[in-house]
């Protein structure tokens, strides 16, 4: 299995800026998605992100659009998520995820098989 270990969580004033990393060992793939997800008290677990392994071709939620960007570095098994002009809305729980085969909609949290623990993301207004 692939394991995944989220950081860079932690407080930041509204508008100010994180970059979250999500780092993956063991059995990893060139052609698989990898995606953010978060989770904030008493909602469910919301898409943000998503990235193709090779072609590095980028997905947003609407709510993120333009506020945050998602990169890989293949060569680290790394993804990294970039968050500008952070709102308290953004607050939550924010977690990587591996989709190690398409099967349906990268938007979709059960299209996923692997995931993280989990960062803390918290915006102050």
């Known amino acids: 299995q692939v394991q995944l270990v989220e950081s860079g969580g932690g407080l930041v004033q509204a508008g100010g800026s994180l970059r979250l990393s999500c780092a993956a060992s063991g059995r990893t793939f060139s052609s698989y998605i990898m995606g953010w997800f978060r989770q904030a008290p008493g909602k469910e677990r919301e898409f943000v992100a998503a990235i193709t392994w090779t072609g590095g071709i980028t997905y947003y939620a609407d709510s993120v659009k333009g506020r945050f960007t998602i990169s890989r570095d293949n060569a680290k098994n790394t993804v990294h998520l970039q968050m500008n002009s952070l709102k308290p809305e953004d607050t939550a729980v924010y977690y990587c995820?591996?989709?190690?085969?398409?099967?349906?909609?990268?938007?979709?949290?059960?299209?996923?098989?692997?995931w993280g623990q989990g960062t803390q993301v918290t915006v102050s207004s």
């Open positions: 995820a591996v989709d190690r085969q398409y099967s349906g909609s990268v938007y979709d949290q059960y299209e996923y098989d692997n």
